[in-house]
Nanobody, 120 residues
Framework: QVQLVESGGGLVQAGGSLRLSCAASGSIFNINLMGWYRQAPGKQRELVAG???????TYADSVKGRFTISRDNAKNTVYLQMNNLKPEDTGVYYC??????????????WGQGTQVTVSS
């Protein structure tokens, strides 16, 4: 399994932008799905965006049109560009490789998370 390290989180005002990066310790070329999840205080971890090895992307309805996920296989890095941020986007953002969430457990490779806080 690859090790994943997220970066780019921080404090931003509503309407602002952040770009998250997820650096993998090894090649992500053959990893079918790379995803970004977030977990707000007291809430379950939820999928924000995912991208397949072929470049197909999927987004949560709440972030469509504002967030863009991309992957650079040559750099073994996945990005999440977040624009027009809202206070409800606040949470810990996790990068995951071939993630599976089942019965409250998390399978696949996960990073340690990066905090995103959006002030109103």
């Amino acid at each position: 399994q690859v090790q994943l390290v997220e970066s780019g989180g921080g404090l931003v005002q509503a309407g602002g932008s952040l770009r998250l990066s997820c650096a993998a310790s090894g090649s992500i070329f053959n990893i079918n799905l790379m995803g970004w999840y977030r977990q707000a205080p007291g809430k379950q971890r939820e999928l924000v965006a995912g991208i397949t090895s072929g470049g197909s992307a999927t987004y949560a309805d709440s972030v469509k049109g504002r967030f863009t996920i991309s992957r650079d296989n040559a750099k073994n890095t996945v990005y999440l560009q977040m624009n027009n941020l809202k206070p409800e986007d606040t949470g810990v953002y996790y990068c995951a490789a071939d993630p599976l969430v089942a019965g409250g457990a998390y399978f696949g490779s996960w990073g340690q998370g990066t905090q995103v806080t959006v002030s109103s």
